[in-house]
Antibody, heavy 119, light 112 residues
Framework: QVQLQESGPGLVKPSQTLSLTCSVS??????????WSWIRQPAGKRLEWIGR???????NYNPSLKSRVTISVDTSKNQFSLKLSSVTAADTAVYYC???????????WGQGTLVTVSS | DIVMTQTPLSLSVTPGQPASISCKSS???????????LYWYLQKPGQSPQLLIY???NRFSGVPDRFSGSGSGTDFTLKISRVEAEDVGVYYC?????????FGGGTTVEIK
């Protein structure tokens, strides 16, 4: 059974770049047919999909964040990553990574990591 | 973006009693392939969301049969036939017919 684990700094300064990594175990990130997403949840607010990457490297981003988001995959490390630039306090949230496929676009979730944007 | 609206905001249910949650989308979730891309998730306290239902009515692996989903077009319902203590948490609907994926605001289920 696939497991996902987010990692990265829990505190980021305003205007800097938030960088998170999702480590995948129990399966190869190179396996075809999957997509790998980032989703976030600000405290007290609804879940927000950030974007996804396919094993092929193709990406889709939420238009509301597209200018600031980059999602990439490192098959050698079985990981995929999120970079969100020019962060503000509004980017403070629990960030989740997830795996989906053609049937269930978001199936398995990581446990989530809290990122706070503050000076 | 497709707006997902859930009601009620919260439910307090006696164990063994049924519960029902509504989710309405601002656009039809019926795709040209005949499938309807509506999902239900449960986020238990202190945990990440877990998938319950996909494509309106299909229970995910390991999900108890007391959970059922129904609906079509823009109106959907999640029903719990007999609520158990382990069912407490926040329930979310989500659509994937159109990017960006969007979620409902959540319905909190608590036990009386």
């Amino acid at each position: 059974q696939v497991q996902l684990q987010e990692s990265g700094p829990g505190l980021v300064k305003p205007s800097q770049t938030l960088s998170l990594t999702c480590s995948v175990s129990g399966g190869s990130i190179s396996s075809g047919g999957y997509n790998w997403s980032w989703i976030r949840q600000p405290a007290g607010k609804r879940l927000e999909w950030i974007g996804r990457i396919y094993t092929s490297g193709s990406t889709n981003y939420n238009p509301s964040l597209k200018s600031r988001v980059t999602i990439s995959v490192d098959t050698s490390k079985n990981q995929f990553s999120l970079k969100l630039s020019s962060v503000t306090a509004a980017d403070t949230a629990v960030y989740y990574c997830s795996r989906g496929d053609s049937v269930v676009v978001v199936a398995a979730w990581g446990q989530g990591t809290l990122v706070t944007v503050s000076s | 973006d497709i707006v997902m609206t859930q009601t009620p905001l919260s439910l307090s249910v006696t164990p063994g009693q049924p519960a029902s949650i509504s989710c309405k989308s601002s656009q039809s979730l019926l795709n040209s392939d005949g499938k309807t891309y509506l999902y239900w998730y449960l986020q238990k306290p202190g945990q990440s969301p877990q998938l319950l239902i996909y494509e309106v009515s299909n229970r995910f692996s390991g999900v108890p049969d007391r959970f059922s989903g129904s609906g079509s077009g823009t109106d959907f319902t999640l029903k719990i036939s007999r609520v158990e203590a382990e069912d407490v948490g926040v329930y979310y609907c989500m659509q994937s017919i159109q990017l960006p994926l969007t979620f409902g605001g959540g319905t909190t289920v608590e036990i009386k």
